[in-house]
């Protein structure tokens, strides 16, 4: 018999891609601004009403190197056996774009589109990459959750879905400091996240796991933790010593020591510079035993400045560069097109490259660059879940999967993975639902396409760009 996960915990994971990417960009600094963009959640409950309450949210926001990314040899899919036998069906018909959002998708569109042009094509094999999903059911920011036996049965339930859709690849975020060993229940996050690992290399999927903070203190994790007095020192021998338990103890095939500095700063209040940086990073690889087999590296976001990127090159010896992906806009001109200067830039240096997180700002430059606490998180993620949005989300990331082609990257993981499996339609939600309601909606439409084995058009599509010639 199949066993049900309760609705509570459902909530909880889908929600982790809202509360683990917090604030991209500029917006990760509205975290200490009190924004608020994440349903939280209290009690399960017996039907499929989840009550909501402030004061329990939870979070889902990374011997020898092996050689160019292969395919792991598992079984054909449903779908590519499927594929292979019947007839081609016909082009999903999508909702239009509601008059509310047509600038903001036309501004998206035009972003997107340039970046066709420029981009070179120099199509690989699609084994070239590993093509992967957040793991959400395993974010750091759900905290204790975790620790419950009924979470793992969700992780199997998840990594089977994204296995259904061909992908190769998963990302995990463990997030620090839950394997500090004075950290409460440090040896069952342990516990945790090594059969995570184990769960998800028995099904033919390459690991990427991603070491950040959490985001204690906010409405985006219910995890409990005082970054209060907490010293750069302190911060960075925790950061290096969870390193080294997840390359000793749990052993993904990539592990990230840092993406997105800005967001660290943001998160822990702790004034670091990009020698501190540098730094932690030549520490904690000189302390690691280079030979066990698995990759290290080290990145920033696009919106970020590449300084960090160009000084990992110049004076640490990373084996890849991360790169992190969200906004198409900003004050830097496009991203995606920054994307390739970075991944040329990795690549001439000897480099191999990663995409750790992406997916498609709903947000113009403008919006982006608006004053810090003018407008909650709440008012973008709440964009997201509307199926109108699928062709743009489509494009974007065939623009990425033609990136990673290109640039011959190693592994792509595209953060929002709960839309491969659903959207909710425009026209069915209540003009009067907050954020709260909305994500409840479609955190429900995805938990039962998970478990009915269907995905939305965007999963289909992203199955189709990495599955077929």
């Not at 309760?6 to 990417?21: C, E, M, Q, R, S």
């Not at 190769?168 to 690992?197: E, M, R, W």
Request: overall charge negative.
């Amino acid at each position: 018999m199949k066993r049900t996960i309760p609705v509570l915990l459902i909530v909880l994971v889908f929600a982790a891609g809202i509360l683990a990417t917090g604030c991209r960009g500029r917006l990760r600094e509205q975290l200490q601004d009190g924004a608020t963009s994440q349903p939280p959640a209290t009690e399960a409950a017996a039907t499929t009403e989840v009550p909501a309450s402030p004061t329990e949210a939870a979070a889902v926001p990374s011997p020898s190197a092996p050689a160019a990314a292969a395919a792991p040899t598992t079984a054909p899919t449903a779908t590519a056996l499927a594929a292979a036998t019947q007839p081609p069906e016909p082009s999903p018909t999508f909702e239009p774009v509601p008059a509310d959002y047509q600038a903001l998708n036309n501004v998206l569109d035009e972003t997107v589109a340039a970046f066709d042009e420029t981009l070179e094509e120099q199509p690989a094999a699609a084994s070239a990459t590993f093509w992967a999903g957040e793991l959400t059911p395993a974010s750091g920011n759900l905290g204790r959750t975790l620790l419950e036996p009924r979470s793992m049965d969700l992780v199997r339930q998840y990594l089977d879905g994204l296995r259904g859709m061909g992908l190769t690849g998963v990302g995990v975020q463990i997030s620090y400091p839950l394997l500090v060993p004075d950290y409460p229940d440090s040896d069952k996050y342990l516990a945790f996240y090594q059969q995570v690992v184990q769960e998800a290399h028995q099904r033919g999927f390459k690991v990427l796991i991603e070491t950040s903070p959490v985001f204690a203190g906010t409405q985006f994790s219910n995890v409990e933790v005082n970054y209060q007095g907490l010293t750069k020192e302190t911060y960075f021998q925790q950061r290096k010593d969870m390193v080294l338990t997840i390359a000793s103890e749990i052993r993904p095939d990539y592990l990230s020591l840092t993406h997105e500095p800005n967001t660290e700063v943001a998160l822990t209040g702790v004034r670091m510079s990009v020698d501190d940086f540098v730094n932690f990073v030549n520490d904690t690889l000189n302390s690691l035993d280079r030979s066990n087999g698995i990759l290290y590296g080290a990145g920033n976001g696009t919106w970020e400045d590449r300084v960090y990127i160009e000084r990992y090159i110049q004076e640490t010896s990373v084996d890849f560069i991360n790169i992190h992906i969200y906004p198409v806009t900003g004050s830097g001109g496009n991203q995606l097109q920054i994307a390739a200067e970075l991944a040329q830039m990795s690549r001439d240096a000897g480099k191999r490259l990663v995409v750790g997180e992406t997916w498609l700002y709903k947000a113009t430059a403008d919006e982006l660059s608006r004053p810090l606490g003018d407008v909650s998180l709440g008012e973008y993620y709440a964009r997201d879940p509307y199926s109108f949005w699928q062709p743009l989300d489509i494009r974007f990331i065939q623009n990425v999967v033609d990136l990673g082609r290109a640039y011959e990257f190693d592994f792509i993981s595209f953060f929002w993975s709960r839309y491969f499996f659903a959207y909710v339609n425009y026209n069915d939600v209540p003009r009067n639902i907050d954020s709260t309601g909305l994500f409840r909606m479609v955190n429900q439409a995805a938990f039962a396409n998970l478990q009915a084995g269907k995905y939305s058009a965007t999963g289909e599509a992203y199955s189709r760009m990495i599955t077929e010639p």
